[in-house]
């Protein structure tokens, strides 16, 4: 078009220029902008990135997370800009705002902005119980309860290089699940430490009737996740049980173990076992769904039943324990497990191992 008959361009070109009669304006080319969706755990690092487009547009990029601005503005190169971003956050549905901000510095192109999500899960965490727990509790009086035990376990931030705050390692539950039937026992722990740790998580339980119990301890909140597995018994002598639960050490893996059996007036074999190895590919743990037969020799007893391992049933163990009196420091355990097919699972087979925690109740004269 014309304007008093000088020649008048629209662009978008870089610059502004004037050419004798004729004016030729310049408009700033518009840019794009495109934020990444990083994810990861709590207290750990991940990358922000922005693209911008076209990537001749040279600018600076702020990053936001949540609203709130991470760091300096980045320069922009090749069209990319990016900034490391530590997560604080816990876990949150739908997770979290990414916007990166570009903001030109050639006036020849606009700003632009873009947006993504941030998807936090939880923090990997260590749950450890203490080798100091007793794994077989003698009732306080014959026909009663357990009146009092104290179970506690340590909570570690797992060494990843990126360490967050363990304190934020909460709530930690203590859940006894009974084998022989009977009501779980759940209750929420004491838990003190801070910063990088670890925490000691106790809970107190009172009046704990007889049985055999798979001890399961678990990190809830939404900053930290970590799980471990025990075992332990509560036992009355004057009901004729064989009894009891210890601490063997298992091709240089520490195990733990309980159990409980006796025969009713029916002639039926009632009881429970468990057996937990902690391993350092995860946690090994057998556990008893119907028994099968008991013997009774002096000091020494032999189990037979059927179970399940890590879900798995259709197992089969045979059990011998013997009693060599109190406190339980001498007293031995062994177990022979077969799979389904019937052939042995030597990882889970070994000759008598003695105690170094616990006691074995086998009544005798």
Do not use: W
């Not at 078009?1 to 700033?28: E, P, Q, R, W």
């Not at 990861?40 to 911008?52: E, N, W």
């Not at 076209?54 to 997370?65: C, H, I, K, N, R």
């Not at 099968?292 to 879900?311: E, H, P, S, Y």
């Amino acid at each position: 078009m014309s304007i008093s008959g000088d020649t008048v361009a629209v662009g978008a070109v870089k610059k502004n220029s004037f050419t004798g009669a004729a004016y030729v304006f310049d408009l700033a080319a518009s840019t794009t902008t495109t934020a990444n969706s990083p994810s990861g755990q709590y207290s750990d690092k991940v990358t922000l990135q922005a693209t911008i487009s076209p990537d001749t547009a040279s600018g600076t990029v702020q990053f936001l997370v949540n609203g709130s601005a991470v760091g300096s503005p980045v320069t922009v190169s090749g069209g990319v800009a990016t900034n490391d971003y530590t997560i604080v956050l816990p876990v949150k549905a739908g997770g979290y705002s990414v916007e990166a901000q570009f903001t030109s510095t050639d006036p020849g192109y606009l700003n632009s902005a873009g947006t993504g999500t941030l998807t936090v899960s939880r923090e990997n965490a260590t749950v450890t119980p203490l080798s100091t727990n007793p794994l077989a509790v003698k009732v306080s009086t014959a026909g009663g309860t357990a009146a009092s035990i104290t179970l506690v376990a340590d909570i570690s931030q797992v060494a990843d290089g990126s360490l967050g705050d363990i304190a934020k390692a909460v709530p930690v539950t203590f859940t006894l699940t009974p084998l022989a039937g009977g009501s779980p026992i759940a209750k929420v722990a004491t838990v003190s430490g801070s910063g990088a740790g670890p925490l000691v998580a106790s809970v107190t339980l009172t009046n704990v009737p007889v049985n055999v119990y798979d001890v399961s301890i678990s990190i809830g909140g939404n900053y930290y996740t970590g799980s471990a597995e025990t075992c332990l018994a509560v036992y009355d002598p004057s009901l004729g049980f064989v009894t009891g639960g210890g601490t063997v050490v298992h091709g240089g893996v520490v195990a733990n173990f309980a159990f409980n059996a006796k025969y009713l007036k029916s002639g039926q074999m009632q009881g429970s076992l468990v057996y937990v190895e902690q391993r350092p590919s995860g946690k090994v743990v057998l556990k008893s769904n119907s028994m099968g037969a008991l013997a009774i020799v002096g000091n020494t007893a032999v189990l037979t039943g059927k179970a399940t391992l890590a879900g798995v049933g259709n197992y089969k163990f045979q059990a011998t324990v013997v009693d060599n009196g109190d406190p339980g420091s001498s007293d031995q355990f062994d177990i022979k497990v077969t799979d389904p097919s019937g052939a042995v699972v030597t990882s889970l087979t070994f000759a008598p191992l003695t105690l170094s925690a616990g006691n074995i109740v086998v009544p005798h004269k």
